[in-house]
């Protein structure tokens, strides 16, 4: 079963507002991931937080961590047109030798009109 | 660096042919993922190697599904033989100790 529940499932913003989207989990993890996916691509690798940090940034992007409430949190700020894609949360469990093993949500879209 | 490269990127075929979707990771990446993406299903771990050895194939639909990697260069996933319902992207992704994952473009299935 999927471990990451998102929401919103869709998100329709304009440009240069920001754009939250949430995601909770089910078990305990050693880290959270966001993956971005673009129309017809693969998924690519935004921003990781481990399970012992509360909040990370990198650019634009701000990602929570809430271990007591299994949620997170990703934000992205002054937004642009060419942010319009998929997002996906992903955990990765601590059972062991299951390093690296990731579990995917099923992903908030994200449209961003100019 | 190519990235995680998969072949085809485009797959038709009949129900009950045989269906072979072949990946090559980012060199030196010793994990190696298959996934499967639909849209009622969203994104599935099909199956995971680490060091060419299978770890967990529980997410593996049926027997109908196999997969290899005969050396760290090279993987592939076998339907056979192929139902409509098998109908997706495939993804394969790669990744090394501590580094997120990799991943290819897809190949999409389309079994008639």
């Known amino acids: 079963s999927q471990q990451g529940e998102e929401d919103p499932q869709a998100l329709s913003i304009q440009e240069g507002e920001n754009a939250t989207m949430n995601c909770s989990y089910k078990t305990s993890i050693n880290n959270l991931q966001w993956y971005r996916q673009n129309s017809g691509r693969g998924l690519v690798h935004l921003i990781l937080?481990?399970?012992?940090?509360r909040e990370k940034h990198s650019g634009r992007l701000r990602v929570t961590l809430d271990t007591s409430k299994k949620s997170s949190s990703l934000l992205i700020t002054a937004s642009r047109a060419a942010d319009t894609a998929s997002y996906f949360c992903?955990?990765?469990?601590?059972?062991?030798?299951?390093?690296?093993?990731?579990?995917f949500g099923q992903g908030t879209e994200l449209s961003v009109k100019p | 660096d190519a990235g995680v490269i998969q072949s085809p990127r485009h797959e038709v075929t009949e129900m009950g042919q045989e269906v072979t979707l072949r990946c090559k990771p980012i060199s030196g990446h010793n994990s190696l993922f298959w996934y499967r993406q639909t849209m009622m299903r969203g994104l599935e771990l099909l199956i995971y190697?680490?060091?060419?050895?299978?770890?967990?194939d529980s997410g593996m639909p049926e027997d109908r599904f196999s997969a290899k990697m005969p050396n760290a260069s090279f993987s592939t996933l076998k339907i056979q033989p192929s139902e409509p319902r098998d109908s997706a992207v495939y993804f394969c992704?790669?990744?090394?100790?501590?580094?997120?994952?990799?991943f290819g473009n897809g190949t999409r299935l389309t079994v008639t």
């Open positions: 992903a955990t990765e469990g601590v059972i062991y030798n299951q390093g690296g093993k990731l579990i």
């Open positions: 992704a790669s990744s090394s100790s501590n580094s997120p994952l990799h």
């Open positions: 190697f680490n060091n060419n050895v299978p770890i967990d």
């Open positions: 937080i481990r399970s012992n940090e």
